[in-house]
């Protein structure tokens, strides 16, 4: 049994007694505690341990912890909310090197998305509040953070040596209240990203690299989405993924078992990405979809080889879809896809692709 300890309180307590009063910086690296946002904001450099206890965020406004100093801590405790503004968002936002973020037991971030929700996402209707920017937040952790009910898209990934371990991302209210592009885990140029023991519910890929190198996705669990992406990958400014491993991950209810989409007429490649011990279940469209012909966010269907897709691994990838889905579609252009190595792939259930292409060798639709 573990027993969490208080944790030392050096100096005043800030924004916790005076929550009312302007923000006053504190002047020393104090361990402080804050009831509101803009206390907070205020005094971010100067405390070594931000705990954030029950803050309401104003609406339109950003929990800016941006710019932290270098070893600060940040614990999230009881409910934070957020006001309610048709806004790009994002939510939150913390940034700095050697920064823990650590999600307090029993803690949630409650999006409260339903007063956004439209079934449009982000590609229209009301403008909708990215929740969380991990944007240069470098030799950092974020550990046991409960997001509830995004707005839009959750986690944005933007760092190096980022580890991301027991979050849970619930918008499980959005199947039927019109959750959209509720993306768990967008990553782009990043590395060293580790993400361990996700729990997803959500209407949108569990996780989607973008761009990237050195990347692990363990022990992840994914239901209601789009499944585990890596892109689309071309069309901006960086367009590499590189040794990417999602493994140990269960895929249920959801889209798509395992997604590799690469966008039509880019340039860019995906290379050494291992999906080992993926275990799928209800998959609705797709148990496997690698396809190369992705524009504007839909597939064209003609392919193009100007983001290869070389040293795909697949070890243990096995379950079954609906009886209406394709087990696996695979759509390369000409000699885009090469060195593939499929060992222990077993998708049943539903129906085989008639619409394959350039399939490399050893592996089958
Ligand atoms: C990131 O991690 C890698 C591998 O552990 C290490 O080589 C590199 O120096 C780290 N970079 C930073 C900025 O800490
Ligand atoms: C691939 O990424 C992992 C995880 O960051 C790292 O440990 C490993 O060294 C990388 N492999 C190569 C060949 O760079």
């Known amino acids: 049994m573990h027993t969490i300890q208080p944790l030392l309180t050096y100096g005043l307590a800030v ?60 614990i999230f405790e009881g409910t934070t909310t957020f006001g309610y503004q048709e806004w790009s968002g994002p939510l939150v936002s913390i940034s700095g090197t050697d920064i823990t973020v650590q999600g307090a037991s029993g803690s949630v971030l409650d999006g409260d998305g339903a007063r956004w929700w439209d079934g449009q996402g982000s590609n229209g209707g009301k403008t909708k509040p990215k929740f969380f920017y991990a944007h240069s937040l470098d030799s950092s952790s974020i550990t046991g953070i409960t997001i509830k009910n995004s707005p839009v898209q959750v986690f944005s990934i933007q760092s190096n040596n980022l580890s991301l371990t027991d979050i849970t991302v619930d918008d499980a209210d959005g199947d039927t209240q019109g959750g959209h592009n509720t993306d768990a885990f967008d990553i782009g140029s990043s590395t060293y990203i580790t993400i361990t023991n996700a729990n997803v519910h959500n209407q949108d890929d569990c996780i989607a690299v ?133 060992t222990g792939v077993s998708i049943t259930g539903g129906s085989k692709s008639t619409k394959c292409e350039n399939v490399p060798s050893g592996v089958s639709c």
């Open 15 to 74: 924004g916790a007694v005076l929550s009312s009063a302007a923000p006053t910086a504190v002047e020393k690296r104090a361990s402080c505690t804050f009831t509101d946002a803009a206390s907070a904001m205020a005094s971010k450099t100067a405390c070594s341990t931000i705990t954030l206890n029950n803050i309401a965020v104003p609406a339109g406004t950003t929990l800016d912890l941006t710019g932290l100093t270098s070893g600060t801590r940040v």
């Open 210 to 342: 973008n761009s990237g190198e050195n990347i692990i996705f363990t022990g992840g669990t994914c239901t209601g989405g789009h499944g585990l992406s890596i892109g689309s990958v071309g069309g901006r400014s960086d367009n590499t993924v590189k040794n990417v491993t999602i493994e140990h991950s269960t895929v249920t209810n959801s889209q798509n078992g395992v997604r590799i989409k690469t966008v039509y007429g880019a340039t860019g490649s995906v290379s050494e990405v291992t999906y080992s011990n993926i275990q799928m279940s209800g998959i609705t469209n797709y148990g496997i979809v690698i396809e190369q012909d992705y524009e504007n966010g839909s597939p064209t269907g003609t392919p193009t080889n100007g983001v290869p897709i070389t040293d795909l691994t697949l070890n243990t990838v096995t379950g079954s879809v609906s009886s209406g889905a394709t087990e696996i579609y695979i759509l390369c252009g000409s000699g885009s896809c090469s060195s593939w190595t499929w």
